[in-house]
């Protein structure tokens, strides 16, 4: 079964009968008949890269996963604060590929504060909560699952002010270091791991906070590598928190798009 570029998350339906795979570099995502072993469709999300999370929906009809997108405008600050380098997203691709809309969208970044390199995702085992990790900004996002609004276009560079106020606003939850995978236990209970914390924490996603961390045997003192490590992936060094040095270097090596930086001083040269 090829899948090209950097394939990093799989997910299986519940009725076991269809594989989701989400190519990081290519941003494809692929499915399979598990069955007959044949390739049932695959979709290339425009302008996306570092696809991670990847999750079906309770009923089984739709695949969920989280990225990032490159807009077309410098990297200059203004450019930055409004979301027109680099936006975080969820999208939702039908597992029918005549069903419409073919793709749907929503902007994770709020203002002044945004959501720094989405990695894991997951659905409560009861339905209730879709959860990400902003493995960035060291935090999980929790989304009331059936108030979460779908956009059949594009969502734009900020969060819908729907998900801002309200009883069916986001949360955030601080985790600290860098969250990645996260798996629905029971209930509303998900367990995360934590790679710089080197820690499997236990969240409440109705009380919206840590119940319990399990310690993997980190050292007293962390390694130099480690501390480089603690600087490569935090996005809340940058402006706004709008993204790390993995965002573009992904895990040391590159997301394959090119960003104009300006380094040159003159616009339009990469």
Known sequence: MPARRESRHLAVSPDGRWLVAAASRSATVYCWDVPSGTLHWQRIIEDAFNLRGLAFTPDGKHVVFAHVVRREFPASKENIEQGWVIDSRLSRLPLDPRAQP????????????????????????????????????????????????????????????????????????????????????????????NYLLDAVQVVDADAGKVVRAIPLGSPAQPSLARQGEDLFYDATRSHN??????????????????????????????
């Not at 965002?247 to 339009?268: A, P």
Request: proline letters at 7%.
């Open 102 to 193: 073919p793709l749907e969208q929503i902007a994770l970044d709020t203002p002044g504060k945004v959501v720094g390199d989405p990695h894991g995702l997951a659905i409560t085992s009861d339905g209730r909560y879709l959860a990400v990790t902003a493995s960035g900004t060291h935090e999980l996002l929790l989304l009331d699952a059936d108030h979460v609004p779908r956009i059949g276009g594009d969502p734009g560079d900020l969060i819908d002010p729907a998900l801002l106020t309200g009883d069916h606003a986001m949360r955030r939850v601080p985790l600290g270091r860098r969250p990645l995978a996260v798996v629905p236990l029971d209930g509303a209970r998900l367990a995360l791991a």
């Open 241 to 270: 928190q709008w993204f790390s040095c993995h965002t573009c270097h992904s895990d040391g090596h590159t997301c394959g798009l090119t960003f104009d930086t300006l380094n040159d001083d003159s616009y339009g040269k990469r």
